[in-house]
């Protein structure tokens, strides 16, 4: 049955987690829960459009936001679902969700968590978004994901904030956290901004994880179509995931082109 609605919805991996085996969850619309939640259907949405040299965005913010375009597809997946069980509730969420969505990913069987504190998954490394429909009706549990992080440190050397470390991930070292947060810059905080170069986000922990080897290009078409891996101040970035941060998106793009 959920091979089906998935198919029907483009989404080509999923799992199930046991909704009690996911709490607790975070902070985020908690107030969107309701009672008698039994599973987790996790969904993977891959996003990553290739190499795109010479980009100034991270890869994630490459595309069409993956908030929107995973929302498309987890709508079509969960009205199929609505219809199919009609005296069940289902609703769907994507990044901003109670649910701890790479826990979640984890117990559902998509992958494993990376020192750099992301999903990894067999089939598009670190480079999807995770979405997740909860829902009264019990599904079964999928197996959990043979293998796990190489634990080769690559991230740890690499991270220029040093955000990441064997106690594991410190997210106010983190550059993407640094550079789309609204907050006064420091010295430390402008100079890891000009070295890794980007306006929004950082991908230097997952450019070098061996496990995203074969991650290049495994985005959805409508990631691809849409393209844009160079910002410049004034284009029109109102369909991207960093519009909401515009004003640090300009700020970076005048520091990461300062002589």
Request: charged residues 25%; contains cysteine; aromatic residues 4%.
């Given at each position: 049955m959920l091979d089906e609605v998935m198919k029907a919805a483009g989404i080509e991996v999923?799992?199930?987690?046991?909704?009690?085996?996911?709490l607790p969850g975070t902070g985020f619309k908690q107030r969107e829960l309701f009672d008698g939640i039994e599973s987790v259907i996790v969904c993977l949405i891959p996003w990553d459009t290739g190499k795109n040299?010479?980009?100034?965005?991270a890869r994630h913010a490459v595309g069409r936001d993956y908030h929107a375009v995973a929302s498309e597809h987890l709508s079509v997946a969960?009205?199929?679902l609505k219809r199919a069980f009609p005296e069940e509730t289902f609703k769907f969420f994507v990044d901003s969700s109670p649910?701890?969505?790479?826990?979640?990913?984890?117990?559902?069987?998509?992958?494993?968590?990376?020192?750099?504190?992301?999903?990894?998954?067999?089939q598009y490394g670190t480079r999807c978004a995770i979405g997740e429909i909860i829902t009264t009706r019990h599904f079964a549990k999928s197996k959990k994901a043979v293998g796990g992080c190489f634990d080769?440190?690559?991230c740890v050397?690499?991270?220029?904030?040093?955000?990441?470390?064997?106690k594991g991930y410190e997210r106010e070292k983190c550059v993407s956290?640094?550079?789309?947060?609204?907050k006064e810059l420091t010295e430390e905080d402008v100079a890891l901004i000009k070295k890794v170069g980007l306006v929004c986000g950082c991908d230097c922990c997952t450019d070098v994880c061996p496990m995203n080897r074969h991650a290049d290009g495994t985005g959805l078409i409508e990631f691809k179509e849409s393209a844009k891996p160079v910002f410049t101040p004034g284009?029109?970035?109102s369909d991207r995931s960093y519009n909401w941060k515009i004003e640090n998106a300009e700020r970076n793009y005048k520091i990461i082109t300062e002589d």
């Open positions: 999923y799992g199930v987690a046991d909704y009690k085996d996911t040299e010479g980009r100034n965005v969960a009205e199929i649910i701890a969505e790479v826990r979640a990913a984890v117990l559902a069987g998509l992958g494993v968590r990376g020192r750099n504190n992301l999903l990894i998954s067999k080769c440190m690559r050397d690499v991270c220029p904030g040093k955000a990441l470390s064997e956290y640094i550079n789309q947060i609204k284009m029109d970035v």
